[in-house]
T-cell receptor, first 117, second 113 residues
């Protein structure tokens, strides 16, 4: 079974400062990795995903994430945050097991990013 | 773009009622999922389906059942609603292949009183 750990439940950061939201996963098979964002009272929006290829993945709104297989991590970064980035961020992993009933997407518990003016 | 439609945005039900949450997709995807989202717990998988009439339990299936009679529709059933099932419920589908990815509905906020 796979699992996802988001190491920080809340991250306060000043506007225009850089931010890193940490995510570690465990799985016995190869995985695909995702970051989603949820703004207050809204649904889930895909920020970026890693399927294969370059381990540095660029997403929407200036976010990027780096897949590190040896450390089983997929940390999300932004060099300069804005007030509008205040939201909850979820890391998720989908295993590549091809048996029946596979392709489950497992989520971390989320990190609330608060951008302080 | 894939569209995943959940029939109700907000729902209020009484304890003991049988509740149906409906999810419809428009892209003929095989895999569909039901999650519940609670503060501090993230999204947890309740049930999923990989074909018509095929279903698998997720991490928290107790108190729930599902139905998939047609490919485009995946229903979550609360046989006898309880207050601890008050939550946000999210449906999702999976597109496999080179553009592998999940599409989520906008969610149903269920309150059981």
């Amino acid at each position: 079974a796979q699992s996802v750990t988001q190491l920080d439940s809340q991250v306060p950061v000043f506007e225009e400062a850089p931010v890193e939201l940490r995510c570690n996963y465990s799985s016995s098979v190869s995985v695909y990795l995702f970051w989603y964002v949820q703004y207050p009272n809204q649904g889930l929006q895909l920020l970026l995903k890693y399927l294969s290829g370059s381990t540095l993945v660029k997403g929407i709104n200036g976010f990027e994430a780096e897949f590190n297989k040896s450390q089983t991590s997929f940390h999300l970064r932004k060099p300069s945050v804005h007030i509008s980035d205040t939201a909850e961020y979820f890391c998720a992993v989908s295993d590549l097991w091809s048996g029946a009933g596979s392709y489950q997407l497992t989520f971390g518990k989320g990190t609330k990013l608060s951008v302080i003016p | 773009d894939v569209k995943v439609t959940q029939s109700s945005r907000y729902l209020v039900k009484r304890t003991g009622e049988k509740v149906f949450l409906e999810c419809v997709q428009d892209m003929d995807h095989e895999n569909m999922f039901w999650y519940r989202q609670d503060p501090g717990l993230g999204l947890r998988l309740i049930y999923f389906s990989y074909d018509v009439k095929m279903k698998e339990k997720g991490d928290i299936p107790e108190g729930y059942s599902v139905s998939r009679e047609k490919k485009e529709r995946f229903s979550l059933i609360l046989e006898s609603a309880s207050t601890n099932q008050t939550s946000m419920y999210l449906c999702a589908t999976l597109m496999q292949g080179p553009h592998y990815g999940y599409t989520f509905g906008s969610g149903t906020r269920l309150t059981v009183v």
